[in-house]
């Protein structure tokens, strides 16, 4: 007989409800979860850095830029494959994908989320994708936290509130930055900033760090040491990188959605994959820089080392010429996006966080270098440009500046950059705000009314499922049935008072109520002559089954004063929903929200 754990898991949960409190179970999860998020980010970095050991391109000088343009494709070729022979379901960016979980299907997310990522995001970036890694190791680590939380039968504000530590630890333990990681689930998942869910934060992201330095030891993945002090004279610069950054993130967004959108037009995933690869695979032998992360690249420019940070090109060019090092820069800059964007299209699974640094990074030292050699007589620090010019694009393209500030200071100990910082994150964000009304992790979400946010009103209604709102027990009429007929099959046998009408195709033509024939009902000379048709009234308003949220909803039955409204599915009548119903179900989940 095969072992079950069922048996034992069934005397532990019991054992925990006569001797652990809710709250203390919830701190000992989100340790748990910490920890088991830390250690899919450290297995995440690790076979990415081995697939990409394996293709040393210092060691092919010969066919360097040959190796740029065929091993990209070589991952996107593998990622097809696997999509195609075994995983065969989608895999959506880590951020988003979480986001839909927590505000459409209460935080179940199924688990070949745990291991889709943690081999396809490795083959993307080893083979040289022009992503990153840190939406991949959030959407293992919220996969995580929502299995565990269903193991322990934990409830859905529970389990929304682990997937968050999830995503704490997963960010802590990539950039070794606690502080920033809770930050980031705050700001990105519209966590409640409450004693009961800053303590499993600060637990999950102390365990994923303390887990990251056990395994990958102190290195940071940003190595800068500041050097030239904050001035307040160079206040103005620092708004001009601001208004820089903010039209670079509009451009970030702005190449995201389009490029996106030409990639949906082809149905087929091999087409995509052949556009795709071939489109990154030129680009990076042309640009090498936009290879991988691009950590390397942004450590240089950090250290003030353009010339390495550059490195190879196809070009014969004189990288003495500043103006050249700052065309190359902004050109890196600009096709970052690009190459991202397109990797995403041909299949490739990975982040956006990174990409944004090393457009924001190569942006803002280039900014500095204009400053500094245009021939006015002034200088600014570049290494410090270079760091805040990351603040700047990350504030901008991703709509979070807190975590912004917080992670450049964090992982780099630039705490005395902390007002150019400011400067820089309040600007970026304030502008794209205003062009780009939502982030690339939340604008499809956003359109569809599925986006969480702090108005937990509306977090309520948007996690209310439609389907249990909705009723079918409700007797059919066609537009050409007697008032006999409807009195006989209808009103005697039903305990509802409205009545759908019908017509041979199922399409809803509008409803009869029983105040409609209450007057006539008892005429019996009237059964035979008057028929549905001449009795029925159409609806003041229609609910959409595919198209409208229940922020929607509810506001059609406030504004048309209705008690009862119909459902249309694929253009055909397919139920009825009730205020009181609607209202019964906000109101328990509500409680469950607040409890």
Same mark, same amino acid.
């Given at each position: 007989?095969?072992?079950?754990? /069922?048996?034992?898991?069934?005397?532990?949960?019991?054992?925990? *409800?006569?001797?652990? &409190?809710?709250?203390?179970?919830?701190?000992?999860? &989100?340790?748990?979860?910490?920890?088991?998020?830390?250690?899919?980010?450290?297995?995440?970095?690790? #076979?990415?850095?081995?697939?990409?050991?394996?293709?040393?391109?210092?060691?092919?000088?010969? %066919?360097?830029?040959?190796?740029?343009?065929?091993?990209?494709?070589?991952?996107?070729?593998?990622?097809?494959?696997? @999509?195609?022979?075994?995983?065969? @379901?989608?895999?959506?960016?880590?951020?988003?994908?979480?986001?839909?979980?927590?505000?459409?299907?209460?935080?179940?997310?199924?688990? *070949?989320?745990?291991?889709?990522?943690?081999?396809?995001?490795?083959?993307?970036?080893?083979?040289?994708?022009?992503?990153?890694?840190?939406?991949?190791?959030?959407?293992?680590?919220?996969?995580?936290? %929502?299995?565990?939380?269903?193991?322990?039968?934990?409830?859905?504000?529970?389990?929304?509130?682990? $997937?968050?530590?999830?995503?704490?630890?997963?960010?802590?333990?990539?950039?070794?930055?606690?502080?920033?990681?809770?930050?980031?689930?705050?700001?990105?998942?519209?966590?409640?900033?409450?004693?009961?869910?800053?303590?499993?934060?600060?637990?999950?992201?102390?365990?994923?760090?303390?887990?990251?330095?056990?395994?990958?030891?102190?290195?940071?993945?940003?190595?800068?040491?500041?050097?030239?002090?904050?001035?307040?004279?160079?206040?103005?610069? *620092?708004?001009?990188?601001?208004?820089?950054?903010?039209?670079?993130?509009? *451009?970030?967004?702005?190449?995201?959605?389009?490029?996106?959108?030409?990639?949906?037009?082809?149905?087929?995933?091999?087409?995509?994959?052949?556009?795709?690869?071939?489109?990154?695979?030129?680009?990076?032998?042309?640009?090498?820089?936009?290879?991988?992360?691009?950590?390397?690249?942004?450590?240089?420019?950090?250290?003030?080392?353009?010339?390495?940070?550059?490195?190879?090109?196809?070009?014969?060019?004189?990288?003495?010429?500043?103006?050249?090092?700052?065309?190359?820069?902004?050109?890196?800059?600009?096709?970052?996006?690009?190459?991202?964007?397109?990797?995403?299209?041909?299949?490739?699974?990975?982040?956006?966080?990174?990409?944004?640094?090393?457009?924001?990074?190569?942006?803002?030292?280039?900014?500095?270098?204009?400053?500094?050699?245009?021939?006015?007589?002034?200088?600014?620090?570049?290494?410090?440009?270079? #760091?805040?010019?990351?603040?700047?694009?990350?504030?901008?393209?991703?709509?979070?500046?807190?975590?912004?500030?917080?992670?450049?200071?964090?992982?780099?100990?630039?705490?005395?950059?902390?007002?150019?910082?400011? $400067?820089?994150?309040?600007?970026?964000?304030?502008?794209?705000?205003?062009?780009?009304?939502?982030?690339?992790?939340?604008?499809?979400?956003?359109?569809?009314?599925?986006?969480?946010?702090?108005?937990?009103? /509306?977090?309520?209604?948007?996690?209310?499922?439609?389907?249990?709102?909705?009723?079918?027990?409700?007797?059919?009429?066609?537009?050409?049935?007697?008032?006999?007929?409807?009195?006989?099959?209808?009103? %005697? @046998?039903? &305990?509802?008072?409205?009545?759908?009408?019908?017509?041979?195709?199922?399409?809803?033509?509008?409803?009869?109520?029983?105040?409609?024939?209450?007057?006539?009902?008892?005429?019996?000379?009237?059964?035979?002559?008057?028929?549905?048709?001449?009795?029925?009234?159409?609806?003041?308003?229609?609910?959409?089954?595919?198209?409208? %949220?229940?922020?929607?909803?509810?506001?059609?039955?406030?504004?048309?004063?209705?008690?009862?409204?119909?459902?249309? @599915?694929?253009?055909?009548?397919?139920?009825?929903?009730?205020? &009181? /119903?609607?209202?019964?179900?906000?109101?328990?989940?509500?409680?469950?929200?607040?409890?």
């Amino acid at each position: 007989m095969p072992f079950s754990t /069922k048996p034992l898991l069934r005397q532990f949960l019991i054992w925990k *409800y006569k001797h652990i &409190s809710e709250r203390q179970f919830v701190y000992i999860l &989100s340790i748990l979860i910490g920890f088991l998020s830390g250690m899919g980010t450290v297995i995440l970095k690790n #076979l990415t850095y081995f697939i990409r050991s394996l293709f040393d391109l210092n060691v092919f000088k010969d %066919s360097e830029s040959a190796l740029y343009f065929i091993l990209p494709i070589i991952g996107l070729l593998l990622v097809y494959i696997l @999509k195609q022979t075994w995983l065969k @379901k989608h895999i959506g960016h880590g951020i988003s994908s979480t986001l839909h979980a927590i505000s459409k299907l209460n935080g179940i997310i199924p688990k *070949y989320n745990i291991y889709a990522s943690l081999i396809t995001a490795p083959l993307t970036a080893g083979f040289g994708g022009s992503v990153g890694l840190q939406g991949p190791a959030v959407s293992i680590g919220a996969a995580l936290g %929502s299995n565990t939380a269903q193991l322990f039968h934990m409830n859905t504000k529970t389990r929304m509130l682990l $997937i968050g530590c999830a995503a704490a630890g997963a960010m802590a333990s990539m950039f070794k930055a606690p502080l920033a990681a809770i930050v980031f689930a705050v700001e990105i998942f519209s966590l409640d900033i409450a004693f009961v869910s800053l303590v499993p934060l600060l637990l999950a992201s102390i365990s994923a760090v303390v887990t990251s330095y056990l395994f990958l030891g102190t290195d940071v993945l940003l190595n800068f040491k500041l050097i030239d002090q904050f001035m307040v004279e160079d206040i103005p610069f *620092y708004i001009l990188l601001g208004l820089v950054t903010a039209l670079a993130s509009v *451009y970030f967004s702005k190449v995201f959605f389009n490029i996106t959108a030409f990639f949906k037009q082809f149905e087929s995933r091999a087409l995509r994959l052949l556009i795709g690869g071939v489109a990154i695979g030129t680009m990076l032998f042309f640009i090498p820089q936009l290879y991988g992360e691009g950590y390397g690249l942004m450590n240089n420019l950090l250290k003030g080392d353009h010339i390495t940070a550059i490195g190879h090109t196809p070009f014969n060019v004189d990288l003495s010429n500043i103006w050249i090092v700052i065309l190359l820069l902004l050109g890196i800059s600009a096709f970052k996006a690009i190459a991202m964007t397109v990797t995403f299209g041909a299949g490739g699974v990975g982040g956006i966080f990174i990409p944004t640094l090393v457009m924001g990074s190569t942006l803002g030292h280039a900014c500095a270098k204009i400053i500094n050699n245009i021939g006015f007589g002034f200088h600014v620090s570049e290494t410090n440009f270079t #760091l805040i010019g990351m603040t700047g694009l990350m504030a901008g393209v991703l709509h979070a500046p807190l975590t912004a500030i917080f992670l450049i200071a964090e992982i780099t100990s630039g705490y005395e950059l902390f007002v150019p910082l400011m $400067i820089v994150s309040a600007i970026s964000f304030a502008i794209t705000k205003h062009y780009v009304s939502h982030s690339i992790y939340t604008m499809r979400l956003a359109e569809r009314g599925e986006l969480m946010t702090h108005d937990k009103d /509306k977090n309520v209604l948007m996690v209310l499922d439609i389907d249990k709102v909705i009723e079918n027990n409700f007797i059919i009429l066609k537009p050409d049935m007697k008032l006999g007929h409807i009195l006989k099959n209808a009103v %005697s @046998k039903s &305990s509802r008072n409205h009545f759908p009408v019908v017509n041979d195709n199922h399409e809803f033509l509008g409803s009869l109520r029983l105040d409609d024939i209450r007057h006539i009902m008892f005429d019996a000379d009237k059964y035979d002559t008057v028929s549905v048709s001449n009795l029925m009234q159409v609806p003041v308003s229609l609910i959409d089954y595919d198209k409208d %949220s229940m922020n929607v909803i509810m506001d059609k039955f406030k504004t048309s004063g209705a008690w009862n409204l119909p459902v249309i @599915k694929d253009e055909k009548y397919y139920g009825y929903i009730s205020k &009181s /119903k609607l209202l019964t179900a906000y109101r328990h989940q509500l409680i469950e929200f607040t409890s």
